[in-house]
């Protein structure tokens, strides 16, 4: 067992690890980073979709046993979307304020700013995090979607598993099109990166279970002019804690970039 506050206590370890190296990172280029191996593009046709370094595996165990007795708690839940029977979303557990939302802004804004400066990665303001469980007899995978999202994170914390892994088609593909999928496998305690709204789903795990963390990051300088998940402009109504990432302001603008790996 594992009371919160030992979990809450815990966290700083696992992030600061990868922090710190993180940190420095801000403010060099992408192909910088590829090549120190800091981050890996997954696809050599470049979908943008890039892994990296999140937690320890300690604090991946420590985190999964938390979750565990949430589930078995009898605690009211929600579940992360209608996609999902099982997993947890992150802002009942009072986990946003702590958690979620320094990793956000800390650890992978700097990096988002620059592997996705054209879609709000340089100004990600309000996330949406959950956890995502596969097992035998439970959800098996998950359908093809794009998320309501601007940047998504995956990270796999564990447990054990076989197959599983996620497969990317076009960014948002039309739906009759031929797909032409690519399937990017899972590594243990680290994340993937990716666009919101590529297309995306998880195929089936095989054998044990799946344990991911995904925090849907969203940029209001951006889904305030256009919705991502309807295309349109959106029509706001008030929402409890983030909402869905829209704000009133329609001020702001994505900061102007510029594309740091042509430079020289
Ligand atoms: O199962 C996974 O790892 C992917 C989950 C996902 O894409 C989502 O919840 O939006
Ligand atoms: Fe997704």
Request: aromatic share 10%; hydrophobic share 35%; charged share 25%.
């Amino acid at each position: 067992m594992h009371p919160l506050p030992y979990v809450y206590a815990s966290l700083p370890v696992g992030i600061k690890i990868q922090c710190s190296r993180c940190f420095r990172f801000a403010g060099i280029t992408t192909t910088w980073l590829q090549k120190r191996g800091r981050i890996r593009s997954c696809h050599p046709r470049d979908k943008r979709i890039y892994r990296l370094p999140v937690f320890t595996e300690k604090f991946c165990q420590a985190f999964i046993e938390e979750l565990e007795n949430f589930e078995q708690s009898e605690m009211p839940k929600g579940r992360p979307n209608s996609m999902n029977n099982y997993g947890v979303l992150l802002n009942e557990l009072g986990l946003d304020e702590g958690f979620i939302t320094p990793l956000r802004e800390k650890y992978l804004q700097p990096l988002t700013a620059l592997l996705y400066p054209d879609c709000g990665g340089g100004c990600l303001d309000s996330h949406k995090a959950f956890v995502v469980k596969y097992a035998l007899r439970e959800d098996l995978d998950l359908s093809s979607h794009y998320d309501n999202a601007e940047v998504t994170l995956n990270v796999s914390l564990g447990k054990e598993f076989t197959e599983g892994s996620l497969y990317f088609a076009e960014f948002r593909q039309e739906p009759n099109a031929i797909p032409k999928y690519i399937e990017v496998e899972h590594v243990p305690f680290y994340g993937l990166l990716h666009q919101g709204g590529q297309m995306h789903g998880a195929l089936p795990i095989a054998s044990g279970e799946r344990w991911n963390l995904i925090i849907w990051m969203r940029s209001s300088a951006i889904r305030n002019q256009r919705c991502p998940m309807c295309n349109r402009e959106p029509e706001l109504v008030e929402a409890e804690g983030f909402g869905e990432g829209f704000t009133r302001s329609r001020e702001h603008r994505p900061p102007q970039t510029v594309d740091v790996c042509s430079l020289h």
